[in-house]
């Protein structure tokens, strides 16, 4: 176009503009109906884009830290006050935890239980965000190359952040509970209901399925309870935060948006989130996967 | 800030490629910085719609530099890296482009706070479309709050937007 002249330039722009208009309708409405179509696309994109986000998101991470640490000047103080307390706390714990630790151990010893899968971790920064008021995911600076798969669980030391929904060489998509398309298996501990966490892109997912006299109270603590075998159990999520409306809802332990590097943890269970089949492939069988339908894709 | 903005309604043309290449550039930078994760709580959910601002900014002033193909091709980047449904940003932006086009002599060389309370009439209907968009897409009604705030926020940092806009198009460009 940029050989022609301005008149026929601005023609040309003039017809390429409903075109234009017509072809972006046409991937909103096919995307909608074969969700895995753009997905090699959107892959390479994030893949070739990863370097340089990752590069231009150190700036405001930088600065982050400059206030952080301005905040933790002034809080000095009393944070040394409260982790005096926290620490004498957690040294009873401590104590604890190795009591039952090697009773544990003897019990299994007893019983010749197999060991868990060993896990292993892959910390990932974080590149982006979604930047939008309809999709809560987040863009981390690690992929297939570095052993990210699909289905893994995204985790910081608080708990559970999300699920790892697209990989590419370089970079991944982690798809937060808080998102619409999140649903995650829960069990609320105190009453052990079970109940799916399905986000709705508020701050607080809220808790579906639940038994109808289930006697939930705030301050429950909610963990992962590894039903369809796509997260591990007992995975910390977050507590039962409010009991107005329709469903609970949950306010999860990780503070969602100032997660700045996250953990994908690999528990040996990825398999359990089957690959999507791109309609074209699947013949005249829909074969639905469960999981997949079940845990909602994008 | 200047109060009156620059351009005129016949652009005129612009022989250094940098500057030719600059709407683009400063559109697709909006993008980057837009999916920027910030670390404030609860940002990414309200983050300002910078790339309406740089789409509404060269509509009005360098509509020619800004062509249709350039935009969509904007608005799929965008779409991929932050994880939307692909088109929509690219529709959402030609769309706003189609609407500005057709009413942009009412902004060319008028004072700011008319060119403003453009963007705010223009970000009105785009933030309207994309929540019944979404709405439909998703199949569920989805918390409208989110969205007004988000357009107050984006009608609110479009002044830093077209200043920083306003001076860099001078600065490559010259004045009108």
């Known amino acids: 176009m940029i050989g022609l002249s301005p008149p026929r330039r601005a023609a040309m722009q003039r017809v390429a503009l409903p075109l234009l208009v017509l072809l972006s309708a046409t991937m909103v409405i096919l995307g909608k109906a074969d969700q895995v179509m753009f997905e090699s696309l959107r892959v390479s994109v994030t893949d070739t884009a990863s370097p340089a986000l990752d590069v231009l998101s150190r700036p405001l991470a930088a600065l982050g830290h400059l206030t952080d640490r301005a905040r933790d000047f002034v809080a000095v103080y009393e944070d040394n006050h409260r982790l005096a307390e926290e620490n004498e706390r957690l040294l009873n714990w401590q104590q604890a935890a190795l009591n039952l630790a090697s009773e544990n151990a003897r019990l299994r010893e007893l019983l010749k239980l197999t060991p868990e899968p060993a896990t292993t971790f892959i910390t990932a920064r974080v590149i982006a965000n979604s930047g939008g008021a309809y999709v809560r995911s987040l863009m981390v600076h690690a992929g297939s190359e570095n052993g990210v798969e699909r289905g893994q669980a995204a985790v910081t030391g608080e708990g559970l952040v999300g699920r790892v929904s697209e990989v590419g060489s370089r970079a991944a998509r982690v798809l937060l509970v808080t998102d619409l398309n999140s649903r995650v298996p829960v069990i609320v501990e105190g009453p052990q209901q079970r109940a799916l966490l399905t986000g709705d892109n508020s701050e607080r997912p809220c808790l579906r399925y639940l038994d109808a006299g289930a006697e939930i109270k705030v301050g429950d603590r909610v963990v992962t309870s590894g039903q369809g075998g796509v997260f591990p159990p007992r995975l910390p999520v977050g507590v039962v935060a409010s009991l107005d409306g329709e469903s609970p809802r949950v306010e999860p332990y990780v503070e969602l948006s100032r997660v700045e590097y996250l953990r994908i943890v690999d528990y040996g269970l990825a398999d359990g989130l089957p690959k999507p089949v791109p309609i074209a492939s699947r013949g005249g069988r829909r074969t639905e996967p469960l999981a997949g339908a079940q845990l909602g894709r994008r | ?176």
């Open chain 2, 1 to 176: 800030m200047g109060l009156k903005s620059a351009g005129t309604l016949a652009p005129q043309h612009v022989e250094n490629p940098v500057a030719r290449l600059l709407p683009i550039a400063t559109t697709l930078l909006a993008t980057v910085i837009s999916i920027q994760p910030a670390h404030i709580p609860g940002y990414a959910a309200l983050t300002p719609a910078f790339t309406l601002m740089a789409v509404y900014h060269w509509t009005i002033y360098r509509p020619d530099l800004l062509p249709p193909f350039g935009l969509f091709l904007v608005g799929i980047i965008q779409d991929l890296l932050a994880g939307v449904p692909p088109g929509v940003t690219a529709l959402v932006l030609l769309l706003a482009r189609a609407v500005v086009l057709r009413h942009r002599r009412h902004f060319v060389n008028r004072l700011f706070p008319f060119v403003w309370a453009g963007f705010m009439m223009l970000t009105g209907g785009v933030m309207l479309f994309l929540w019944t968009l979404h709405c439909l897409l998703d199949g569920v009604l989805v918390d409208f709050r989110g969205t007004v705030f988000r357009a107050v926020l984006t009608v609110s940092m479009f002044p830093i937007a077209s200043f920083l806009l306003g001076r860099t198009q001078r600065t490559f460009m010259g004045a009108d």
